[in-house]
């Protein structure tokens, strides 16, 4: 019987519907943001486009670490032992504390010499922007790292709500920051990193104020008593940095096929960028239902019951995959009026609906086994194989495939999901694999 499990469906659905909002709105948002960046010139955009790609690259290391810490919290929870769940938040508050303030150091000190090794030769008003663009967005690393560890902690005890609302006030600023800064004091790339700034920093004030008060059972408080624990450091390090680096590697892949692709022509360019908004909209609600996987599969093994973890890890993969498949449709009908709306070219835009047309039928079959539930067996600990899986899946076939079809084999943007849709393949055989396999289910978190 339903009433039987851990989470009965009111609290399914209080835990997933706001993850589901709150990544659908960020990535609207962020869509939103670049638009009005675009406005400001060629230089401002390119900047931007530029200093994200490293920015991205940290926000997922950063969001990996406050993974780490939420498993730890969540299996806390599950085996009722709130002074240990208490215990792996302070710890976590602490490390991605200390490792955020270094990594902004570092940017600030070294950020001419970075930026000009990364990017090299470009024309000097986009490296004068880019400078601008980095100075201000390092600044926010700290605020953006403690919303991703204070979120990480309330999803851990079932309260995605409070995330979700944090994060849509702080998009809503951040999109009237760029409107008032942009075109109210026409202060270019420095008024949107400034509002970026503002905004993340009232996430990470707003996320650790709640975080202390006592209306729910782990908090957060006095932070400057918190003292290093090398045991509890070394779980949430040994859960988290496995997910880093396979994030990490994931953005060094993405660029690489940036650079593949621009060598195609402008038509081309322009058919992929819009592809990639496209796809990552018809995906985002599959990457919350993952999320709050995370949560009730960490409480199911903290409380013992390795059963609940399997259940829950199939029936959230089944509505995973009618979301998506949703979503899929609703995009594919979107597709041509967006391209429209966005001016594009006839070729480009012909080009886009017909990469959308095969993601639409491949995304719906293969994505959600490659992706959803590997969330759930990193929640058991299991974060190893999925590292290593993912990454010889994304660099042989996602990365290689996709520039030796461009460049020997003459191919063109469609080289780019021909990889892709190789690669959710092999992910998806190999996290199937290991699911049935129950090996995941050998970790010991707590």
Same mark, same amino acid.
């Given at each position: 019987m339903e009433a039987q499990h851990m989470f009965d469906g009111k609290m399914l659905r209080r835990l997933l519907i706001p993850v589901i909002i709150e990544q659908i709105l960020t990535s609207l948002m962020g869509t939103a943001d670049t638009m009005m960046v675009s406005n400001v010139g060629s230089e401002a955009i390119s900047a931007v486009s530029l200093v994200d790609s490293i920015n991205v690259l940290l926000i997922q290391v950063f969001s990996a670490l406050a993974a780490g810490g939420a498993i730890v919290c969540s299996q806390c929870i599950g085996n009722k032992d709130i002074k240990r769940a208490k215990e792996s938040a302070r710890q976590l508050v602490f490390i991605i504390t200390l490792i955020s303030v270094s990594v902004t150091a570092v940017c600030l000190i070294f950020r001419y010499p970075l930026l000009h090794l990364i990017f090299g030769a470009v024309e000097p008003d986009v490296m004068e922007a880019s400078e601008t663009y980095f100075f201000y967005t390092s600044l926010s690393f700290?605020? !953006?790292?403690? &919303?991703?560890?204070?979120?990480?902690?309330?999803r851990a005890q079932n309260n995605t709500r409070g995330p979700m609302t944090i994060s849509v006030i702080s998009n809503l600023m951040n999109i009237a920051g760029n409107a008032i800064l942009i075109w109210g004091f026409d202060m270019g790339v420095a008024g949107a990193a400034i509002a970026t700034l503002v905004s993340r920093i009232f996430c990470a004030v707003v996320v650790m104020y709640r975080l202390r008060k006592p209306d729910h059972p782990v908090t957060v408080r006095h932070y400057l008593s918190i003292r290093p624990d090398r045991k509890y450091i070394f779980r949430i390090l040994s859960l988290g940095i496995p997910s880093g680096v396979e994030n990490g590697m994931f953005q060094f892949g993405k660029l690489a096929i940036q650079s593949t692709v621009s060598t195609l022509g402008t038509v081309a360019i322009a058919a992929q960028a819009m592809t990639n908004i496209l796809e990552n909209l018809n995906g985002i609600a599959g990457i919350g239902v993952g999320i709050g996987m995370m949560t009730v599969v960490g409480q199911c093994l903290g409380a013992g019951r390795k059963d609940e973890a399997i259940y829950y890890i199939k029936k959230l993969s089944k509505i995973a995959e009618?979301?998506?498949?949703?979503?899929?449709? !609703?995009?594919?009908?979107?597709?041509?009026? %967006?391209? *429209?709306?966005?001016?594009?070219?006839?070729?480009?835009? =012909?080009?886009c609906v017909y990469m959308i047309t095969w993601i639409t039928i491949v995304?719906?079959?293969v994505w959600v086994a490659g992706f959803v539930p590997a969330y759930g067996m990193r929640a058991a600990?299991? %974060?190893? &194989?999925?590292?290593?899986?993912?990454?010889?899946s994304m660099w042989v076939f996602r990365?290689?495939?996709?520039?030796?079809?461009?460049? %020997?084999?003459?191919?063109?943007?469609?080289?780019? *999901?021909?990889?892709?849709?190789? =690669? *959710?393949t092999v992910r998806g055989i190999g996290f199937l694999h290991r699911f049935h396999s129950r090996k995941w289910? =050998?970790?010991k978190v707590i």
């Open positions: 700290p605020f !953006i790292a403690l &919303y991703n560890a204070g979120a990480s902690v309330f009618i979301i998506v498949v949703s979503t899929c449709l !609703i995009v594919f009908l979107l597709a041509r009026p %967006v391209t *429209w709306l966005g001016g594009m070219e006839k070729a480009s835009a =012909d080009m995304k719906s079959i600990g299991d %974060v190893k &194989y999925s590292m290593t899986l993912s990454m010889i990365v290689s495939l996709c520039i030796f079809l461009i460049r %020997v084999m003459g191919f063109g943007p469609m080289a780019v *999901w021909i990889g892709m849709f190789t =690669d *959710w289910l =050998d970790h």
